[in-house]
Every structure is written in structure tokens, then in C-alpha cells.
């Protein structure tokens, strides 16, 4: 029986549409790059009107002890950890929005769904980091 399942869960894998990669680079252009910067340093053109500086988002490692903590950077852009994000915090709330297809990834062997977008958004973000 394990075996007609695992057959039928496969083939049902097989005829699965591919989905096609977001690009973390294009997502954060698109989405932050307006307050954050090109370079996600916090200087884009929006940024001087902001009641809050947007920071420097190269430096996340840095701020961390040089360990990119990527499930607080994913809390962080999809809103989950700031609430309903009133008061002193202009960053729109991304997860509100449609942010792609969920992808598995596997946290110390457990799955866990995440937005595709907001994925591509963290890896391209790890991929920014600088030192002081």
C-alpha cells in the first residue's frame, strides 16, 4: 500500500506545474529599493521623507554578530513582528499582499511553508551583506 501512494504522490509531483523562480534582486528593486536604496544602505529617494530613517540593511549581519538571521528578516518584511505597524514604523505591510506561491524549506528537518517572493527577498538580502 506504502508503495501505490508513494507511486501516486510522485506522479502527482511529476505533472505539477513548474513554478517559475522569483528574483530576490528584482523584488527588492521593485518593492524596497524606493526607501531602502539600490544599494540597501538607506538612502533611496523616498527615504528623506520618512519619519524614520530606513536603515541600512547591508549590515544586518554585522548587527548580528555576522549571522544573517533570516527568519527575523522574513518577520520583518512580511509585518509579523510589527504588529499592525502603527505608530513610528512607515515599512508597508508585505505580507498583507500576495507574495507568490508557498515554498517548503526545511528548518531543522521540519517543513516550513514560506512566500516564494518573501524568500527570494531574504536570499537576495543575505547576498547584500557587508562589514563596517
Do not use: W
Not at 23 to 40: I, L, P, T
Not at 54 to 62: G, V
Not at 64 to 81: E, L, Y
Amino acid at each position: 500500500m506504502r508503495t501505490i501512494i508513494l507511486t501516486g504522490l510522485l506522479a502527482l509531483a511529476a505533472c505539477a506545474p513548474e513554478q517559475k523562480q522569483i528574483d530576490g534582486e528584482a523584488a527588492f528593486m521593485a518593492q524596497c529599493a524606493g526607501c531602502h536604496g539600490a544599494s540597501g544602505r538607506g538612502d533611496g529617494p523616498m527615504a528623506a521623507g520618512l519619519p524614520v530613517a530606513p536603515p541600512d540593511l547591508t549590515l544586518i549581519s554585522a548587527r548580528n554578530g555576522v549571522t544573517f538571521p533570516a527568519d527575523r528578516v522574513m518577520s520583518q518584511i512580511d509585518g509579523f513582528t510589527r504588529g499592525s505597524h502603527g505608530g513610528a514604523d512607515p515599512m508597508p505591510h508585505f505580507g498583507d499582499g500576495d507574495m507568490g506561491p508557498l515554498i517548503m524549506t526545511a528548518e531543522d528537518g521540519n517543513p516550513v511553508p514560506v512566500p516564494a517572493e518573501l524568500l527570494a527577498l531574504s536570499n537576495y538580502l543575505r547576498l547584500i551583506q557587508r562589514q563596517p
